[in-house]
């Protein structure tokens, strides 16, 4: 199995004394299959973290949220999840396909628990597991290079308390975005959004400050 590590993690490894330590957890605690445990773990998550890089190097990292089981595993070597309505702006999937490496990070905060993903992400706009998921748009499919349990000392212990109203679900109108309403935007949205603000009524900067703040955004 091809190490995870480079000249620089082994230099720090080697200053911090930690040498040791790191080879026996890439020889024997990475693995490149999905194990049993780790697969009901990522399929019983609503969010993730991930991250990309752009040509230049630089990285971006995203929330994604959405119902549980937001994350499908394929396959022991295979990871899906789809893309909803977003800002527009697409800088993880332009990073996915223009480079398509990948980290995944899943937390359970309540337990806590972590399970860490590398691997190489396509997209998709056509995939048979497209109707898995309600307005999905798109399918990002991960080959898994890497995957391991991460250590939880350091995760803060949090309580969920609701789903999102915007995640979509079956015979229920998904809420227009509150900053599709705003006044300056509306130039720039598509359509159907435009027509859907002036339904709900446009509001200015102020207004969707307030809403947010209340958490109502």
Known sequence: MTSVYHAEHRQLQEAFGTTKLAAMLDENWLHEAVQPDEAAFIESRDMF???????????????????????????????????????????????????????????????????????????????????????????????????????????????????SRYVPVACRKTPLATWKRLDFVQDVLVDEDRRAAESEGIIDLAAYQEKAARGEA
């Open 49 to 163: 973290f991930l991250s990309t890089v752009d040509p230049d190097g630089n990285p971006t990292v995203s929330y994604k949220g959405g119902p549980v089981g937001v994350v499908k595993v394929v396959d022991e070597r295979t990871l899906a999840f789809p893309g909803f309505d977003g800002n527009g702006m697409f800088l993880s999937m332009g990073n996915i396909v223009g480079q398509g490496k990948v980290g995944l990070l899943f937390i359970d905060f309540e337990t806590p628990h972590r399970v860490r993903v590398q691997g190489t992400a396509t997209f998709h706009r056509e995939d048979p597991l497209l109707g898995e998921w309600v307005e999905a748009r798109y399918v990002v499919r991960v080959a898994v290079h890497k995957i391991w349990v991460n250590c939880p000392r350091y995760i803060h212990r949090y309580q969920r308390l609701e789903q």
